[in-house]
C-alpha cells in the first residue's frame, strides 16, 4: 500500500502535530510529495525540516484556517511546490468545547469550532478542487470523528462539526465526482497524541473498555485507512464513512 502512493503529491492541513503531523510523516515515508499547512508555524517548520533531513520531500506552509484568503494561498503555494495536487487530508480542527455541557457554550465558541472544522474543510476542498481535477486522480479524506456516531457528551460543538463534515462528505462525493474525485471520511476514536491530552483519564478509559480490540489507539492505527483511500486501490470508494475506532462504535 506505501509504495502505491510512491510520486503522489498530498495537502494535509493540521499537519504540525498530533495526528497531522503523522499523517504527513507517513506519506513521506511512503514517498509521496507532501505539503501541509497549519497556524503552528514553528512545529510545522520543524518537522517539514526533520523530514527534508531525512531524505524527504516535504513543505511547510502557512495556513489558517480562519481566513479564506489564507486558504487560497496555501492552496496555490503547495500547487506551485508539488506541481499540483493529487489528494487532501482535510485533518486541522479545533474541540474548544470540551468538558462544557450544551448550556455552559457560548455562541462565539460555536462559531469558532464552526469556522475552522466546517467551513475550512468547505473551502479546503473547493479550492483544491480544480487542482484534483486536473491530476485525474484526485482524492479527499476528511478527518470526521466518531463522536459523531455515539454522540459525545459535553463536547457538543465538536461533535455538531464533525457530523457536518460527515454530510459534508457525502455531498462533495456527488459533487466532485463528476470529475472524477472521491471524497471520504474517516472517523478516528480516541487518539493517544498531545492533542486529546485534555481529555479526562475517565474517558481514556471509557473508551478502551468499549473498544473490541481492547488497547489504546494510537496514530499508526490512523495512518494505514487514510492512506488507502488516497490511492489508486479506493478509486471507486466514494461517499463512504470509515469508523476507525477498534469497534468502539460498529457501522
Known amino acids: 500500500m506505501r509504495d502505491a502512493l510512491a510520486g503522489r503529491r498530498i495537502l494535509v492541513t493540521g499537519g504540525a502535530r498530533g495526528l497531522g503531523a503523522a499523517f504527513v510523516t507517513s506519506l513521506a515515508q511512503a514517498g509521496a510529495r507532501v505539503a501541509f499547512g497549519d497556524v503552528l508555524e514553528d512545529e510545522g517548520g520543524a518537522l517539514a525540516k526533520t523530514l527534508n533531513e531525512g531524505g524527504h520531500h516535504v513543505d511547510f506552509v502557512s495556513l489558517d484556517l480562519n481566513d479564506p484568503a489564507s486558504i487560497l494561498a496555501c492552496v496555490a503555494t503547495s500547487a506551485e511546490l508539488m506541481g499540483g495536487i493529487d489528494g487532501l487530508i482535510n485533518n486541522a480542527a479545533i474541540t474548544n468545547s470540551g468538558g462544557k455541557a450544551a448550556g455552559e457554550l457560548s455562541t462565539t465558541t460555536w462559531d469558532a469550532v464552526m469556522s475552522v472544522n466546517v467551513r475550512g474543510t468547505w473551502l479546503m476542498s473547493v479550492a483544491?478542487?480544480?487542482h484534483l481535477r486536473d491530476s485525474g486522480r484526485g482524492s479527499i479524506v476528511n478527518i470526521a470523528s466518531d463522536t459523531a456516531l455515539w454522540g459525545a457528551p459535553k463536547l457538543l460543538a465538536y461533535v455538531a462539526s464533525k457530523g457536518a463534515v460527515i454530510?459534508?462528505?457525502?455531498?462533495?462525493?456527488?459533487?466532485?465526482?463528476?470529475?472524477?474525485?472521491?471524497?471520504?471520511?474517516?472517523?478516528?476514536?480516541?487518539?493517544?497524541?498531545?492533542?486529546?491530552?485534555?481529555?479526562p483519564a475517565e474517558r481514556h478509559e471509557y473508551y478502551r473498555l468499549g473498544r473490541a480490540l481492547n488497547r489504546a489507539q494510537v496514530p499508526d492505527d490512523v495512518n494505514g485507512p487514510v492512506l488507502f483511500l488516497?490511492?489508486?486501490?479506493?478509486?471507486?470508494?466514494?461517499?463512504?464513512?470509515?469508523?476507525?475506532?477498534?469497534g468502539f462504535v460498529m457501522n
Open 128 to 130: 483544491a478542487m480544480p
Open 167 to 199: 454530510a459534508m462528505t457525502r455531498s462533495l462525493a456527488r459533487e466532485f465526482g463528476a470529475h472524477g474525485i472521491t471524497v471520504n471520511s474517516i472517523a478516528p476514536g480516541l487518539t493517544e497524541v498531545e492533542a486529546t491530552a485534555y481529555v
Open 230 to 246: 488516497l490511492s489508486d486501490a479506493a478509486r471507486f470508494v466514494t461517499g463512504q464513512l470509515l469508523p476507525v475506532n477498534g
